[in-house]
């Protein structure tokens, strides 16, 4: 057996990684290939999906069965296939994700999980939330990187993502004479709807009105900056989804400063209904120095354990500072933990 | 003395739960249970430098001496040579596969305490073509005797025997 040189061994290690990496496995045909041929036998099929791409000599060939040293069930393409000599390559083009483009893929928002997601939060200053999941730090992520920051329209998108995990929803019903009415089944709504925002696909619309008996709601085409006049035709498929909040403008501050006013539906969390200013009196005074008024979102039981989402406007000095003025200003018994603070 | 008390005082009963002859300190004398963890199909290249990992309840921490096919198998650790050490735990070998012939081949794993063999454990395939070995290679100058710069410039893999 010849012995393989330290250089060339290197080299060869470095080449499998590189190619593991982001580069393409091939083999050779050890026997001619004719146009029609429907196996393809070849040196080695090690590594290769069982079903998969094939390209020879620039012609796609899906197959579906590997052996040993064999593909079978190659799809020939009468237009272009040809037939191809011995020792022709054969290379795998089945690789739509290789590890350098997971390693890509680690560096966006919207295909990052777990602990990529993480770092990817953390290099841009956004740590996640305590016990949020992938799914709603992702939405959380989406917007608070690429969001215009202290429109009252990013704030939306960002307790819509905060609490994308709690929102309610279901299919809904029109009727031509009322387009901006949805019709479901008795109780299905209630008065703690009015107005929250309603999305339907990637539009959002404002809860005007419940029916009393829960069967209806009228959404608001109003003139918002994040609603819009609704029609849904004439159908019996319209998917909904109401996140557990509402917002609402305070007329007397900057814009992008908001209320928010939680509305769970689940029985674990808590009373149907919060007001920030029932839990905080003090809201408008959490401004000296017109520093921007922080919000905050209620996730649990407020009376046992409450546990806060709260996050700042852009100029807050510090987050200590926040903590501090909030902690002033929340009624005596509560207990406040931050979660996260996060720029908006 | 009795053989089942030597080194460890007097052991009562000559069945612990570990197998025979057990000593208290685990079972120095068998390897049970053992397979080949990865690769998962047991399929290795037949240039070698695939490392292969045996799972199992194992004797001893080591050192083992692993063979494939007639031939010593590297540990793959700087400075350990061909003696191959089980991790902390004892539930699994680590080794690196040496260039072999296409086939099916024999494991055979052996300790000062005995040995044991895993027939028919591994079956070398040939080897695929990583298209950045080639890449590498055209790198350097063609004094170096690196092998083919183009696949195309390689032999091709037709048969069983071991290549040069």
């Keep these: 057996m010849a012995s393989i040189g330290i250089l060339d061994g290197l080299l060869k290690a470095f080449g499998e990684e590189l190619t593991t990496l982001h580069g393409e496995l091939s083999t050779r045909l050890t026997a001619p290939l004719a146009a029609a041929d429907v196996v393809a036998t070849v040196e080695s099929t090690l590594d290769f999906p069982d079903a998969g791409v094939l390209y020879l000599e620039g012609e796609r060939v899906p197959y579906t069965s590997r052996a040993e040293t064999s593909f079978g069930g190659l799809v020939r393409n009468p237009l272009i296939a040809s037939a191809h000599l011995a020792g022709t390559e ?12 997971r390693l ?131 159908g019996n498929d319209v998917s909904y989804r109401i996140p557990p909040f509402r917002v609402l403008e305070l007329p007397d501050t900057d814009p992008g400063i908001v209320l928010v006013d939680l509305v769970f539906s689940g029985s674990s969390l808590g009373p149907p209904s919060y007001l920030l200013g029932d839990i905080l009196p003090g809201v408008p005074e959490l401004t000296p120095g017109g520093w921007p008024l922080g919000h905050e979102i209620l996730e649990d039981e407020l009376e046992d354990g409450a546990t806060f989402l709260c996050w700042y406007l852009p100029g807050l000095p510090d987050e200590d500072l926040f903590r501090t003025m909030l902690e002033e200003v929340v009624a005596a018994g509560v207990d406040v933990r931050l979660n996260s603070l996060l720029a908006v | 003395m009795s053989a089942l008390s030597e080194g460890f005082g007097h052991l009562v009963g000559t069945y612990g739960g570990w197998g025979d002859n057990d000593t208290g300190y685990g079972d120095p004398f068998h390897v049970t249970g053992a397979y080949v963890l990865s690769p998962a199909d047991g399929r290795i290249p037949d240039d070698g430098g695939a490392v292969v990992r045996l799972a199992g309840a194992f004797a001893t921490a080591g050192p083992y001496t692993v063979t494939l096919g007639g031939k010593t198998c590297r540990s793959g650790v700087a400075g350990r040579a061909s003696a191959c050490f089980t991790n902390t735990a004892r539930t699994t070998l680590a080794f690196v596969a040496p260039r072999l012939a296409p086939g099916d081949h024999d494991l055979v794993l052996e300790w000062a305490g005995g040995s044991e063999t895993l027939t028919a454990a591994l079956r070398t395939v040939r080897r695929h073509r990583a298209s950045e070995v080639y890449a590498l290679r055209r790198l350097l100058p063609p004094a170096r005797r690196l092998g083919a710069r183009l696949l195309d410039d390689e032999r091709l893999l037709i048969g069983s025997e071991e290549l040069p």
Excluded at chain 1, 109 to 138: C, F, K, M, Q
Aim: hydrophobic content about 40%.
């Design chain 1, 104 to 234: 890509r893929g680690d560096g966006l928002v919207t295909r990052a999980a777990g602990s990529a997601l993480d770092r990817l939060g953390w290099r841009h200053g956004e740590r996640r939330p305590l016990a949020i999941p992938d799914t709603a730090y992702r939405a959380l992520l989406r917007v608070l990187l690429y969001l215009e920051r202290g429109l009252l329209s990013s704030l939306l998108r960002v307790l819509d993502a905060a609490l994308l995990t709690q929102s309610r929803s279901g299919v809904a019903g029109t009727l031509l004479p009322q387009p901006n009415r949805l019709l479901a089944a008795l109780g299905t709504f209630s008065s703690q709807d009015v107005g929250r925002p309603l999305y339907v696909g990637e539009r959002v619309y404002r809860v005007r009105e419940v029916a009393a008996d829960g069967s209806s709601l009228d959404l608001q085409p109003g003139a918002g900056v994040w609603w819009c006049a609704g029609n849904f035709g004439d």
């Design chain 1, 90 to 101: 054969v290379a795998d083009g089945s690789r739509s994700f290789s590890q350098l483009h």
